[in-house]
C-alpha cells in the first residue's frame, strides 16, 4: 500500500538558517508528489510538485524539493528561513490513474526563532 | 474566482443530529474530495468523486455520505454525529490527466464539534 511518512513531528530553526523537511514514500509504481503549507487556520497551499522531467522543482517562496527515486524521499528545502515561513508542512503523494486521490504525511510544524 | 468554498466555517453538534457540509468549487474541476484533518494524523481521504453523480470511499468513510448531485457542488453529511468526528473537514477540487498533474485546491476548512 501506498504510505507518506515526514520524518519529525515539530522542526525548529533559527531566522536565516536552512530549512530541511523530509519526506519519504512508499508506492510500488512511480507517483507524483506535492509539498502543501498550511498556515493557522487557513486551508491548504501548494507550496511545489513533481510528476516527471527534471527532479529537482523549485516552488513559491523560495522552497525547492528533489526528487529522489532510489531514496524514495522528496525533502523540502529553503535556504534561508524567513519568520513567514512558520507553519505546517504536508506532503503528498498520488498514483495515476486513481481518481487523483492523495496520501498525505503526517505534517511537520516548522518553528522559526528570530 | 472564489476558487473552493465551504459552508459552514464553524459548527457545534449534539452526539446524535445531524448536519451537511457544502462545497462550491467554481474553476469547472470534474474531481472533487472529502479530508477530514486531526493533530499528527495529517489529512485522511473520506469520500471522493471523480465526476458529477458519481462518488466512492476513501480511507476513513464511515459515519459519512456524500452526494455529487451537481459538478460544482460537493455534499458531506453526517446522519449521526459521534465525538469521534469532531475535526476539521477540508474539501478540495482538482483536474485530471497526466499534463495536468492531479493538482489540488483546497477550501478553508470546516471547524466541527461535536460534543
Known amino acids: 500500500a501506498q504510505s507518506v511518512t515526514q520524518l519529525g513531528s515539530h522542526v525548529s530553526v533559527s531566522e536565516g538558517a536552512l530549512v530541511l523537511l523530509r519526506c519519504n514514500y512508499s508506492?510500488?509504481?512511480?507517483?507524483?508528489l506535492f509539498w502543501y503549507v498550511q498556515y493557522p487556520n487557513q486551508g491548504l497551499q501548494l507550496l511545489l510538485k513533481y510528476t516527471t522531467g527534471a527532479t529537482l522543482v523549485k516552488g513559491i517562496n523560495g522552497f525547492e524539493a528533489e526528487f529522489k527515486k532510489s531514496e524514495t524521499s522528496f525533502h523540502l528545502t529553503k535556504p534561508s528561513a524567513h519568520m513567514s515561513d512558520a507553519a505546517e508542512y504536508f506532503c503528498?503523494?498520488?498514483?495515476?490513474?486513481?481518481?487523483?486521490?492523495?496520501?498525505f504525511g503526517q505534517g511537520t510544524e516548522l518553528s522559526v526563532k528570530p | 474566482n472564489a476558487g473552493v468554498t465551504q459552508t459552514p466555517k464553524f459548527r457545534v453538534l449534539k452526539t446524535g443530529q445531524s448536519m451537511t457540509l457544502l462545497c462550491a468549487q467554481d474553476?469547472?474541476?470534474?474531481?472533487m474530495y472529502w479530508y477530514r484533518q486531526d493533530p499528527g494524523m495529517g489529512l485522511r481521504l473520506i469520500h471522493y468523486s471523480v465526476g458529477e453523480g458519481t462518488t466512492a470511499k476513501g480511507e476513513v468513510p464511515d459515519g459519512y455520505n456524500v452526494s455529487r448531485l451537481k459538478k460544482q457542488n460537493f455534499l458531506l453529511g453526517l446522519e449521526s454525529a459521534a465525538p469521534s468526528q469532531t475535526s476539521v473537514y477540508f474539501c478540495?477540487?482538482?483536474?485530471?490527466?497526466?499534463?495536468?498533474?492531479?493538482?489540488?485546491?483546497f477550501g478553508p476548512g470546516t471547524r466541527l464539534t461535536v460534543t
Open positions: 478540495a477540487s482538482g483536474i485530471s490527466g497526466l499534463a495536468l498533474s492531479y493538482e489540488q485546491y
Open positions: 508506492s510500488s509504481v512511480p507517483p507524483y
Open positions: 474553476m469547472n474541476h470534474e474531481y
Open positions: 503528498a503523494a498520488g498514483v495515476y490513474n486513481q481518481g487523483g486521490k492523495l496520501i
